[in-house]
T-cell receptor, first 113, second 107 residues
Framework: DVKVTQSSRYLVKRTGEKVFLECVQD?????MFWYRQDPGLGLRLIYF???????EKGDIPEGYSVSREKKERFSLILESASTNQTSMYLC????????????FGSGTRLTVV | KNEVEQSPQNLTAQEGEFITINCSYS?????LHWLQQHPGGGIVSLFM???GKKKHGRLIATINIQEKHSSLHITASHPRDSAVYIC?????????FGAGTRLTVKP
């Protein structure tokens, strides 16, 4: 059963901490994405990557960075967590080409206190 | 204005009712996704369609490319259908999401 795995379901961190959210996929997908989901706003794209060591900013990259050292792993980094980064974070992956859909992880609910 | 608009935002139904969720989009698309998100967060892809209609069990998705509109129908709804349903417009590798429709089906 192919999947996208996010390392934590729930996470509580303190303001100012450096936070790492990990995402691993086992489908050999080229493309990986990080979204945050907030009530009433839907999913918003933070960063995405089309290849190893490649990254592109999405719609709301401020306060975040990413790392893709290996094809299967895409990490989201909050350099200095703030309370407005409390959210649900979802990772997704896909193959290149318009006929392919996305596969999503289960999400990480991050609370910054 | 959001590029993908869903309606309604919230929907409460009695078990057995026929349910329709609507999605309108303003961007060019190569395909449209309907996604389901249960409490706890995981998202499951229900349908991906670029024309016509698809059916899977009690779920039916339709799309009208000319009108830039898609609908998700659930027949004989059940409490286990309670979830957030998300419409997403895909253009190559760019996915734009609606805000979601929260469906609650009461027994």
């Amino acid at each position: 059963d192919v999947k996208v795995t996010q390392s934590s379901r729930y996470l509580v961190k303190r303001t100012g901490e450096k936070v790492f959210l990990e995402c691993v996929q086992d489908m050999d997908h080229e493309n990986m994405f990080w979204y945050r989901q907030d009530p009433g706003l839907g999913l918003r794209l933070i960063y995405f990557s089309y290849d190893v060591k490649m990254k592109e900013k999405g719609d709301i990259p401020e306060g975040y960075s990413v790392s893709r050292e290996k094809k299967e792993r895409f990490s989201l980094i909050l350099e200095s967590a703030s309370t407005n980064q409390t959210s649900m974070y979802l990772c997704a992956s896909s193959l290149t080409g318009q006929t392919y859909g996305y596969t999503f992880g289960s999400g990480t609910r991050l609370t910054v206190v | 204005k959001n590029e993908v608009e869903q309606s309604p935002q919230n929907l409460t139904a009695q078990e057995g009712e026929f349910i329709t969720i609507n999605c309108s989009y303003s961007v060019g698309i190569s395909a449209l996704h309907w996604l389901q998100q249960h409490p706890g967060g995981g998202i499951v892809s229900l349908f991906m369609l670029s024309s016509g209609k698809k059916k899977h069990g009690r779920l039916i998705a339709t799309i009208n490319i000319q009108e830039k509109h898609s609908s998700l129908h659930i027949t004989a709804s059940h409490p286990r259908d309670s979830a957030v349903y998300i419409c997403a417009a895909l253009n190559n590798n760019d996915m734009r999401f609606g805000a979601g429709t929260r469906l609650t089906v009461k027994p």
